[in-house]
Nanobody, 113 residues
Framework: QVQLVESGGGLVQPGESLRLSCAAS??????MGWYRQAPGNQREFIAG???????NYADSVKGRFTISRVNAKNAVYLFMSSLKPEDTAVYFC?????????WGQGTQVTVSS
């Protein structure tokens, strides 16, 4: 059974940093990505990472967010810095492109003073 579990979200103030984690079970060897969905908006792509570690980012987060993975731990991470109120959303991990049936619950990130 494929399962994705996101964690690490919370309430932070503008300008602060936060690291999100994604645990994949049992493992995914292809490209992984982070996505987010703000209230009333469609889910959008944020960042992707190949099995070899190469990455790509959406323009909205490029230079502020860093995606990484530890394949031996079946884990994908998203380090977010210089957070802005517009980063507030539920954050999800999945393959790139995503597989609909394996979306997890996501983790809420709220950026507010």
């Amino acid at each position: 059974q494929v399962q994705l579990v996101e964690s690490g979200g919370g309430l932070v103030q503008p300008g602060e940093s936060l690291r999100l984690s994604c645990a994949a079970s049992p493992t995914i060897f292809g490209t992984m990505g982070w996505y987010r969905q703000a209230p009333g908006n469609q889910r959008e792509f944020i960042a992707g990472i190949n099995f070899d570690g190469s990455t790509n980012y959406a323009d909205s987060v490029k230079g502020r967010f860093t995606i990484s993975r530890v394949n031996a731990k079946n884990a994908v991470y998203l380090f977010m810095s210089s957070l802005k109120p517009e980063d507030t959303a539920v954050y999800f991990c999945n393959t790139l492109p995503p597989i609909g049936r394996i979306w997890g619950q996501g983790t809420q990130v709220t950026v507010s003073s």
